[in-house]
């Protein structure tokens, strides 16, 4: 099957990221197959999966920001900072009130260090921190730098000690700790109850499809988005026919006969109504170079 570009899909709650990617691969009965940003298996919502040739953009993703909801509770923590894992502590936290939340919130946006949990996938010495855990063991991990661009409280029951949050944050944040830290603010723990990803890579659960729903699905095309549109924010370049014929023999274009090549020294580039590909602007050369290609040769 001749298939290209993503399917955003509404990861269930039990799957891993690589379960998706198996059951996908059984529905469309294709291989090239791969995801952006890594979901646990107790989270759900949005994973974005490419398809065909557009797996070549998994790496040069732009930086888009993350957005989630997170359910939390308040006088626990545990070994994995969620409700799934082995109960640590459990603390009083009767005088919490919603007002002392919030102000504790506020000291948790914009740029925050944080360090990643011993369940993640992060690597140490060759190690998956995640593997190391699973035996027992807990090493000294190096504090991140990552931007939480947006934290609210969407909901809190104060009989309950449990509430909801709405995240937005840059990549590599992990949700999970950063309740598990503000419940260490407020001198009671925290952990987390569920998590929903509610945009990734500019895609909102409306963009979603369950695999449910792929698997029901006659035409496949009917929920493939384009590749271009993950690079919708870059700069166009619109090659002529003779460019477009070059630039697909990996010829290096002229920038001074390209058109609206002055803008940036990155570009989406499109020929004869065609999405080409990346490419970047060699000023020292005076030429565009492309980085990725997106076309069938």
Same mark, same amino acid.
């Given at each position: 099957?001749?298939?290209?570009g993503?399917?955003?899909?509404?990861?269930p709650?039990g799957?891993t990221s %690589?379960?998706?990617?198996?059951k996908?691969?059984g529905?469309l009965?294709?291989k090239?197959l791969?995801?952006?940003?890594?979901?646990d298996? /107790?989270?759900?919502?949005?994973?974005?999966?490419?398809?065909?040739?557009?797996?070549?953009?998994?790496?040069?993703?732009?930086c888009?920001?993350?957005?989630? *909801?997170?359910?939390? =509770?308040?006088?626990?923590?545990?070994?994995? +900072? /969620?409700i799934?894992? &082995?109960?640590?502590?459990?603390r009083e936290?009767?005088?919490?009130?919603e #007002?002392?939340? =919030?102000?504790v919130?506020? #000291? %948790?946006r914009? *740029?925050?260090q +944080?360090i990643?949990?011993?369940?993640s996938?992060?690597?140490?010495?060759? $190690? =998956?921190?995640?593997e190391?855990?699973? $035996?027992?063991?807990?090493?000294?991990?190096?504090a991140?730098t990552v931007?939480i @661009? =947006?934290l609210? @409280? @969407?909901?809190?029951?104060e009989?309950t000690?449990?509430?909801?949050?709405?995240?937005r944050?840059? &990549?590599?944040?992990?949700?999970?700790? @950063?309740?598990n830290?503000?419940? *260490?603010?407020?001198?009671?723990?925290?952990?987390?109850?569920a998590?929903v990803?509610? !945009?990734?890579?500019?895609?909102t659960?409306?963009?979603?499809?369950?695999? *449910?729903e792929?698997q029901?699905? /006659? #035409?496949?095309?009917?929920v493939?988005?384009?590749?271009?549109?993950?690079?919708? #924010?870059?700069?166009?370049?619109?090659?002529? $026919? /003779? +460019?477009?014929?070059?630039?697909?023999?990996?010829?290096?274009?002229?920038?001074?006969?390209? $058109?609206?090549?002055?803008?940036?020294?990155i %570009?989406?580039?499109?020929?004869?109504?065609?999405?080409?590909?990346?490419?970047?602007?060699?000023?020292?050369k005076?030429l565009?170079?492309? !980085?990725?290609?997106?076309?069938?040769r």
């Amino acid at each position: 099957m001749n298939l290209n570009g993503i399917i955003p899909v509404n990861k269930p709650k039990g799957f891993t990221s %690589f379960d998706v990617i198996a059951k996908m691969r059984g529905i469309l009965k294709m291989k090239k197959l791969g995801h952006a940003g890594t979901l646990d298996p /107790d989270a759900t919502g949005v994973l974005p999966v490419f398809v065909g040739f557009a797996t070549k953009a998994c790496d040069i993703l732009p930086c888009h920001d993350k957005t989630y *909801e997170a359910e939390f =509770r308040l006088g626990i923590t545990t070994d994995t +900072q /969620d409700i799934s894992g &082995k109960v640590l502590s459990e603390r009083e936290c009767n005088g919490v009130t919603e #007002d002392i939340l =919030r102000d504790v919130l506020a #000291d %948790f946006r914009g *740029e925050i260090q +944080q360090i990643p949990p011993m369940y993640s996938a992060v690597s140490v010495g060759g $190690k =998956r921190l995640y593997e190391l855990a699973r $035996k027992g063991v807990e090493v000294e991990r190096e504090a991140r730098t990552v931007n939480i @661009l =947006r934290l609210e @409280l @969407l909901s809190f029951d104060e009989s309950t000690h449990t509430g909801k949050l709405e995240v937005r944050c840059s &990549k590599g944040t992990y949700i999970r700790t @950063l309740i598990n830290d503000i419940g *260490e603010r407020l001198s009671c723990g925290a952990a987390m109850t569920a998590l929903v990803r509610t !945009e990734a890579a500019g895609f909102t659960l409306d963009d979603c499809v369950t695999l *449910e729903e792929l698997q029901n699905t /006659d #035409d496949f095309t009917e929920v493939v988005i384009p590749i271009e549109r993950v690079f919708s #924010d870059y700069p166009k370049i619109e090659l002529n $026919k /003779d +460019q477009t014929r070059m630039y697909k023999n990996g010829v290096r274009l002229d920038l001074a006969r390209v $058109k609206n090549s002055r803008d940036s020294e990155i %570009f989406s580039v499109c020929g004869e109504g065609e999405f080409l590909g990346i490419a970047r602007a060699d000023r020292e050369k005076n030429l565009l170079v492309g !980085e990725r290609n997106f076309y069938d040769r």
